[in-house]
Structures are given as C-alpha cells and as structure tokens.
C-alpha cells in the first residue's frame, strides 16, 4: 500500500514538473520573505534568520512563486534573566494570596496593611 501511495506521488510530481511546477526546499537556507512564510520562530544554535524546517514545501510555476513555503525560522537564544531581577518568594506569595479571594484569610493583617498603601497607577508601594 505505501509504495503505491509513493509511485502515485512520484508520478503526479513528474506531471506537475513537465508543466512546469516545481517544489523547492527552505531548510538550512536564509529566511526571505519572498518566498518563504513564517510561521513560527524558535531558539537555535543556528544564526538567527535561517530556516530551520520546513512545515509546508513551497513551489514555483515557471520560476514564479505559487505558494511560499511554510517554514520555522531560528532566533537567538536568550540569556536566563539574573537572580537580582526575581522578586522575593514571600512577595510572589503574598501577591497571590490577596489575588485568590478564597485564601486571602492566610494574609496577616501586617501584609494588608502594605497592599493597602500600594498605588496600581504608579506601582509605588508607600509606607
């Protein structure tokens, strides 16, 4: 059954290209625009721009473009943030206590009066 499905595929491959369409492949090569669609970017150890699969084949007739190849394109990879950058744990779970109205008994009245003093429009918390 496969290798009919794959002379069935071979030939209407031949037919296209006998009048003229053609498929061509995007991996490894420079992202263009032109001829290529993205539709995602992920991290790589490739430069970033280049074509790292390739989700639809694309295809010319007569050298212009029928349908742009549907690709994935490499981005570089980004640096973890620092620890210095990471608010506190207790903050974190402060935060999400007086967010969670059913758990919001846990918060003591020493860290609502914090909230309380908290302006969202300039995100200053005063004491």
Do not use: W
Not at 21 to 44: I, R, T
Not at 50 to 74: D, H, T
Not at 102 to 118: A, G, K, L
């Amino acid at each position: 059954m496969i290798e009919g499905v794959k002379l069935v595929q071979k030939l209407l491959e031949s037919t296209l290209a006998k009048h003229g369409v053609v498929g061509f492949s995007a991996v490894g090569k420079p992202f263009d625009p032109n001829v290529h669609e993205a539709l995602m970017q992920a991290e790589s150890d490739q430069p970033p721009n280049v074509v790292l699969s390739e989700m639809a084949r694309g295809y010319k007739l007569n050298e212009r473009l029928m349908r742009p190849a549907a690709v994935v394109v490499a981005k570089a990879r980004t640096a973890p943030a620092p620890e210095a950058a990471k608010p506190p744990e207790e903050a974190l779970r402060l935060v999400q206590l007086q967010r969670n109205p059913r758990r919001r008994s846990e918060v003591t009245s020493s860290h609502t009066d914090v909230f309380s003093t908290f302006d969202p429009a300039t995100g200053v918390c005063s004491d």
